[in-house]
């Protein structure tokens, strides 16, 4: 389609066609916060899951995206225009997330979406964003392939991945604790496209893989599986493991005595899984993204600013999911004030060109948005449990900083996104 294609246009033509679709999945919750009765406002669909396996992160990360959007209201709202939000529970389902998407575009005219854990949801929710043209902020979720072969113009990626979470800590797991790995991998598209880069990082080492142990979402009960990685003895248990589905595993891990040897290398842990765990739970290497415990300008501040809006929240100080999300929408609100416009293009270009300096991120390493795939390059920290706790929640020792350079996927160069004319054209 040509860029001038109004969305207007668009969603008259498509209407007929979402309605025939499947049942919509709910439940939705929309957060009007109109200034006066002829406003206006900027509208904005919150795709986090409430439920399923990354339930609890997608709240998280909700509370992130939110919080962002209750202090842009506050300060007077975008281009004089407030924000409101709607949101439906995509229950970690990529079915869900894809009528979810079509029911907030066609009917509810957002201007943005944002929202995933959930590699297949991020998936689904990025072809139909595409589609209509419409900006989707990917907060969380960690497959490569979301900035390499599923790489759309009007998807943005806000964690690091897989195989960015591989090249910081395989290195260090090799040279500390052997080659001899196994790899215990999550049967999905994350959990494949990480091993895979596990596999690609670990062969650079010298490492042997010995094995490789499918485990299927929602398993609960791995004495078998840890009862054949104590039989094959390998030196690393190299996981790609994620949401409710690692915590069981890291119990149960402890209660057979495995959570000390052999070795674990986690790729990536998110805070909220580790939350819900017991402290000998922490085990093995890992890489995140941010932690709450930086000795960084502003860190400080951002807790308190958590704990203020979120007295309530089970999880006490935020985390990596909640970082994301809160950040992601920072750098949407700049680009749109940069734009002057919500425009889609306009705003798409201006993405493009984040770049965050590492005071204002947080973070060791000043950060930015690679054009060509859309991926946010970033510091990404090895971590480990920390044995020296200077308060109740910390809960990890910060190994190293790793630069974005330095753990970046040279296979985004095989993005091959849609260009501006391709991509439908819409100012709400």
Not at 272 to 299: C, N, Q, R
């Amino acid at each position: 389609m040509g860029q001038g294609i109004t969305r207007r246009t668009l969603l008259c033509k498509s209407i007929a066609g979402v309605a025939a679709a499947a049942p919509f999945f709910g439940p939705w919750r929309a957060n009007r916060v109109y200034a006066s009765s002829t406003d206006k406002p900027i509208r904005i669909g919150l795709l986090h899951s409430a439920t399923g396996q990354y339930g609890v992160s997608g709240q998280a990360e909700m509370r992130g995206t939110t919080t962002a959007i209750a202090q842009a209201n506050a300060d007077g709202g975008l281009l004089g225009r407030k924000l409101e939000t709607i949101w439906a529970d995509s229950q970690t389902d990529a079915h869900t997330a894809r009528l979810n998407t079509q029911r907030f575009i066609v009917e509810n005219e957002v201007s943005f979406l944002v929202g995933a854990v959930h590699s297949s949801v991020a998936k689904a929710v990025s072809e139909v964003a595409q589609e209509f043209g419409c900006i989707y902020l990917n907060t969380n979720s960690s497959s490569p392939t979301e900035s390499a072969a599923d790489c759309h113009r009007v998807k943005f990626v806000y964690d690091a991945h897989g195989l960015n979470f591989a090249k910081a800590t395989a290195a260090h797991a090799a040279k500390n604790f052997g080659t001899r790995w196994l790899l215990l991998t999550n049967d999905y598209g994350w959990g494949h496209h990480t091993a895979k880069a596990i596999r690609a990082i670990g062969s650079q080492f010298n490492v042997d893989f010995i094995d490789e142990i499918l485990v299927p979402v929602g398993t609960r009960n791995y004495i078998g599986i840890l009862k054949k990685i104590a039989n094959t003895k390998p030196d690393v248990v190299a996981t790609a493991i994620g949401g409710d589905d690692s915590i069981p595993l890291r119990a149960q891990a402890v209660d057979m005595g495995l959570h000390k040897r052999p070795a674990w290398l986690n790729n990536q842990q998110d805070w909220p899984d580790h939350f819900a765990m017991s402290e000998a739970a922490l085990f093995g290497i890992f890489g995140t993204t941010w932690y709450h415990g930086l000795k960084l300008p502003g860190v400080t501040e951002f807790v308190k600013q958590y704990k203020k809006h979120w007295p309530d929240a089970a999880i006490t100080v935020p985390g990596n999911v909640y970082y994301n999300g809160y950040t992601a929408m920072q750098t949407l609100f700049d680009a749109i004030r940069k734009a002057g416009t919500t425009n889609n293009i306009a705003v798409i270009k201006q993405l493009e060109a984040t770049y965050l300096p590492a005071r204002d991120r947080m973070q060791h390493y000043d950060a930015y948005m690679d054009p060509a795939s859309h991926h946010l390059q970033q510091t990404v920290y090895i971590a480990s449990n920390n044995d020296n706790p200077a308060t109740e929640r910390d809960y990890y020792k910060i190994l190293a900083a790793v630069r974005p350079e330095d753990a970046a996927d040279a296979n985004e160069r095989n993005c091959r996104m849609e260009s501006y004319a391709q991509t439908p054209t819409y100012e709400l």
